[in-house]
């Protein structure tokens, strides 16, 4: 069976670990992006160059008429979606409580939480075995990228992502079991402090992180393709009983 993925978010970080592991396990691949066009380029190029089929989409996923163009276009190009991957996410936010912008928590959910449903809500069209799909295809696995700050509400100051992210969980739970019977498995994988873009320019400040090394077990932050990998796993036929479940990717966890 051909196995098409498509990865939100997939120029940077995770992402594009997960398109380029993904590609060499025999997947053709999405790569969706918003400003990272010459990354997501040379991605999909490396892609084809080794022989895989992969190709680079634009779309804003805060917004709703991307997001539907978005798997239009990835189906136009490589066939029916089989595999999606929700790693579009923003950390930036309105830091302590005391300090709430509506409208930053607003476009903070739009992308994080928001988007993601919507990004759901169209492979849930395309790969339930209620809806059908083009091409005949039936079933499909997901894979959307939470956070350990969801079990813990963050570190101090990030109470506004640990709550989108704790959004994600319980989305994915709800979404899993109504999906269940309709042959789409949905789960969220829940990294700890990792090494990418998101985090690399407060990572540079060795203060800041020896503090994180410190709260974490294993006593060192995760690179990206230790969450890719677990990611791969779970959208993979060998994870074909895990459902709404929650991985977490996280060297043991954090204290704070
Ligand atoms: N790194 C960590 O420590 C860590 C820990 C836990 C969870 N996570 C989660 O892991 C996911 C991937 O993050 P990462 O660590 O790989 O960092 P990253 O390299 O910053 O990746 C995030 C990607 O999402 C894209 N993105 C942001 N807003 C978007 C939008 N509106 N539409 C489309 N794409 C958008 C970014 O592209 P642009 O820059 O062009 O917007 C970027 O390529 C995120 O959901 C993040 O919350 C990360």
């Not at 917004?63 to 579009?88: C, Q, W, Y």
């Not at 949905?186 to 990572?203: C, K, Y």
Request: contains cysteine; glycine residues 12%; proline residues 2%.
């Amino acid at each position: 069976m051909t196995k098409t993925l498509l990865i939100t978010g997939g120029a940077s970080g995770i992402g594009a670990e997960t398109a380029r592991r993904a590609a060499a396990r025999g997947y053709n691949v999405a790569i969706n992006y918003r400003t990272r066009d010459t990354e997501a380029k040379a991605i999909a190029a490396s892609i084809l160059a080794n022989g895989g089929q992969a190709i680079a989409l634009p779309g804003d996923m805060a917004r709703e008429a991307d997001i539907v163009r978005l798997f239009e276009e990835t189906e136009r190009a490589l066939g029916p979606i089989t595999h999606l991957v929700n790693s579009a996410g923003i950390s930036t936010g309105p830091g302590r409580v005391d300090a709430y912008d509506a409208g930053a928590l607003a476009h903070l959910f739009a992308v994080n939480v928001i988007g993601l449903m919507l990004c759901c809500r169209e492979a849930a069209k395309r790969m339930s075995t209620k809806h059908g799909g083009p091409g005949g295809h039936r079933g499909g696995a997901i894979v959307n990228v939470s956070s350990m700050a969801a079990t813990l509400g963050g570190r101090l100051g990030s109470s506004a992502y640990a709550a989108s992210k704790g959004a994600v969980d319980a989305f994915t739970k709800g979404f899993a079991r109504e999906a269940a019977s309709e042959g789409i498995r949905v789960n969220s994988i829940r990294p700890g402090m990792v090494l990418s873009e998101m985090t690399e320019r407060r990572l540079q400040d060795a203060a800041f992180r020896a503090h994180i090394e410190a709260s974490i077990p294993m006593r060192r932050v995760g690179q990206g393709h230790e969450i890719a990998e677990a990611i791969l796993w779970l959208l993979s036929d060998e994870a074909s009983f895990i459902t709404g479940a929650m991985l977490d990717a996280a060297g043991g966890g954090y204290i704070i």
